[in-house]
């Protein structure tokens, strides 16, 4: 993602397992509950590469990466980071990582070339051998259905913003569910749909790279519809564990004026309450609805679709990167990915940031966590993903000194524990990324990775912050 994209617990859904975390006395004293799950994340077209083998059809990212102008240096996923034949090498840092489980996605036209009918047998193969080898070194597999490679041929019949598409995920899902799930007991059905939808559909910096706000809102609601539909099914089929990911922000105002403190609403309403409402109250909000209704009606929302999104969910996985803090603004006519809301202007603190240009702000994780504690009946959480880009430099004696990574890291870290100790049943974390990968539309150009990755050599070092993050797994603290 681009920058400019950018009590007491009331839950009774689920039994507590932080109510004995004690609050530390300094950072050394961070410990979090026993079975804390720890982990690192991925996304197919992020890491995978060999994009035309074994019968993969081509997805919206091949087309967009492919498109001049749309990636910065002309990047594109072909080649990745090769996980797709390194995946043993990969597991085998995993395992120096100490960490239990691995958030990666399936690619869906890997499975189903043209997103629908019969499943290309080489390409669950594939995942079952990654599943299988991962398990073999003792890291469980946590899939995700979905990361943002929709087939192209879905996108060529409408793409998101039309409903066939949620009932293609559905069966997508269930088949593969089938094949995998005597041994994955995780299933996530989207990463941040709020990306797919609004970066996809209304200003296009993501694929297919589409800038129509209402087409926008539709794709949101299929989004929704395909999860609740996705969730049902895998339920019915014995999955032990569904959930969705989505990507949340504080949104504070500017200044305390009235308008700075509608825009915040606004935001708030088309970034998180989006997602956060049907999900876990089976309904939009209000407000959001009328804010949208001069862009796009509700004849897309159709009868009894609210109860399949709100499907209870098993967990509900957190991104988290950064706040955003808005002020009342002009229009600038650009294709904006705030539908409905174009006039908001974002304001930076001044605070020190990442490479992204994302301000660092740990009690945002804090908020984020405990207000979706707070104010919704949630089911169990993890964060599913957190972690930063720096300008990583390998120095001659083959190191990666990426400290910067390493203090953002402890600071979430702490920030998660805080939340904790406060009452929230977050119950693991995963950090983004395992691997230094395509960064969607800034390419090669953003490390994330806890591994710094040669792209031309495809030589893989364990950076510093990946050392540490080490000892946390075996310390289960900090
Ligand atoms: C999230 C995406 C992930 C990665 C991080 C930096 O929005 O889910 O793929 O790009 O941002």
């Known amino acids: 993602m681009t920058s400019d994209q950018q009590s007491s617990a009331s839950s009774t859904s689920s039994t507590t397992t932080s109510a004995t975390v004690a609050a530390p006395r300094d950072l050394s004293e961070v410990r979090f509950p026993e079975g804390f799950v720890w982990g690192t994340a991925t996304a197919s077209y992020q890491v995978e590469g060999a994009v035309a083998e074994d019968g993969r059809g081509p997805s919206i990212w091949d087309t967009f990466s492919h498109t001049p102008g749309k990636v910065l240096g002309g990047d594109t996923g072909d080649v990745a980071d090769d996980h797709y034949h390194r995946y043993p090498e990969d597991i085998s840092l995993m395992a120096d990582l100490g960490i239990s489980h691995y958030r990666f996605s399936l690619a869906w036209p890997r499975i189903q070339p043209e997103g629908r009918g019969q499943l290309n047998g080489a390409g669950v193969d594939f995942y079952s051998r990654l599943v299988?080898?991962?398990?073999?070194?003792?890291?469980?597999?946590?899939?995700?259905?979905?990361?943002?490679?929709?087939?192209?041929?879905?996108?060529?019949?409408?793409?998101?913003?039309?409903?066939?598409?949620?009932?293609?995920?559905?069966?997508?899902?269930?088949?593969v569910q089938q094949r995998l799930g005597d041994r994955v007991t995780n299933w996530t059905t989207l990463n941040e749909p709020w990306c797919s939808a609004f970066l996809g559909y209304a200003n296009g910096v993501h694929a297919p790279g589409r800038t129509e706000g209402p087409a926008a809102?539709?794709?949101?609601?299929?989004?929704?519809?395909?999860?609740?539909?996705?969730?049902?099914?895998?339920?019915?089929?014995?999955?032990?564990?569904?959930?969705?990911?989505?990507?949340?922000?504080?949104?504070?105002?500017?200044?305390?004026?009235?308008?700075?403190?509608?825009?915040?609403?606004?935001?708030?309403?088309?970034?998180?309450?989006?997602?956060?409402?049907?999900?876990?109250?089976?309904?939009y909000p209000d407000d959001l609805v009328k804010d949208l209704s001069s862009v796009v009606g509700t004849d897309h929302v159709h009868e009894g679709d609210l109860a399949v999104i709100s499907t209870p969910l098993d967990f509900l996985g957190v991104n988290y990167y950064s706040r955003h803090v808005v002020r009342a603004g002009t229009a600038t006519g650009a294709p904006s990915t705030w539908v409905g809301s174009e006039d908001v202007e974002f304001v930076k603190r001044g605070l020190p940031q990442t490479a992204m240009g994302w301000e660092i702000d740990p009690d945002g994780l804090h908020e984020t966590l405990t207000r979706v504690w707070r104010e919704y009946d949630a089911p169990?959480?993890?964060v599913t993903e957190n972690g930063a880009a720096f300008d990583d430099e390998?120095?001659?004696?083959?190191?990666?000194?990426?400290?910067?990574?390493?203090?953002?890291?402890?600071?979430?870290?702490?920030?998660?524990?805080?939340?904790?100790?406060?009452g929230v049943d977050l119950r693991g974390y995963f950090v983004w990324s395992l691997l230094d990968n395509f960064e969607w539309a800034l390419g090669y150009s953003k490390r994330f990775g806890l591994v710094h990755v040669d792209f031309e050599t495809q030589r893989r070092i364990l950076k510093d912050s990946g050392h540490w993050y080490a000892e946390v797994t075996r310390a289960n603290g900090l």
């Not at 192209?152 to 913003?161: F, K, Y």
């Not at 509608?262 to 989006?274: F, H, S, Y």
């Open 132 to 175: 299988d080898s991962l398990l073999e070194r003792g890291v469980q597999p946590w899939v995700t259905l979905y990361h943002w490679d929709l087939p192209q041929a879905l996108e060529d019949a409408g793409g998101w913003p039309e409903r066939d598409t949620a009932e293609r995920f559905a069966e997508y899902a269930a088949a």
């Open 217 to 283: 809102v539709r794709a949101a609601h299929h989004l929704l519809l395909g999860h609740g539909l996705a969730a049902r099914a895998l339920r019915e089929q014995g999955a032990e564990e569904v959930g969705i990911t989505v990507n949340l922000y504080p949104v504070d105002p500017a200044t305390d004026s009235a308008a700075d403190r509608d825009a915040a609403r606004r935001i708030d309403g088309l970034m998180n309450r989006v997602f956060l409402d049907p999900l876990l109250r089976g309904a």
């Open 380 to 382: 169990p959480l993890y």
């Open 394 to 422: 390998v120095t001659p004696d083959g190191r990666v000194r990426d400290e910067p990574r390493r203090s953002y890291l402890e600071r979430h870290f702490a920030a998660a524990h805080r939340a904790l100790t406060e």
